[in-house]
């Protein structure tokens, strides 16, 4: 049963969405300890939905289609409000030195949480999955499920880390480039823009 749970939890970690292109454009623009602090937020998001799940409250948000639909509406607002921030910023940046002076650990962190928790995908996928993988018979339910919810947040804490240490690794020799942060900026904004018609869609 946890074999089952734990591949769908990667196959989901690894499809595109909000999530993993994010932790990519942080780790690519600002370096893999910014991915990977990205990545931090987004696995501590998880924390809510899977309270959710045990307190009940997400039977009800399945059973909604209005308030899942808000969900999918504060998602999509969310990243487009950062697409605009993105776009207020200057372009010609020196992406290595002065990154993070304009955004801290923490703010990247704090964006994680929030993009986790209004990701209509993983709410889907929380609501759709989890109680097929909770057996009464193996006793207290809650402690099923927040096993389920710490296995699923150590997996995708794994794959995210790995995907900005690589993207790290692929871009160090042009984050001085100033061409290519004009580009970046464009990329960023066209990237959160598009994320946010997936969501909606």
Known sequence: MFTTFLLASI???????PDILYVLTQSISNGKKFGIATAAGLV???????????????AIIKQSEIIFTGIKILGACYLLWIAFQVYKAPASINLKSNISKKKSLFSLFKQGFIMNV??????L????FFPGFIDEKLGNVTQQIYLLGF????????????????????TVFIRNNNTFSVFLKWFQIVVFILIAVLILI
Do not use: E, R, Y
């Open 11 to 17: 196959a989901l970690t690894l499809s595109p969405g």
């Open 118 to 123: 209004l990701n209509p995908k993983v709410t």
């Open 44 to 58: 501590s998001g998880i924390l809510v939905h899977t309270t959710l799940i045990a307190l009940g409250i997400s």
């Open 151 to 170: 296995l699923f947040m150590l997996q995708a804490f794994v794959i995210f880390s790995l995907v900005s240490i690589l993207a790290d690794k692929l």
């Open 125 to 128: 996928f929380f609501l759709a």
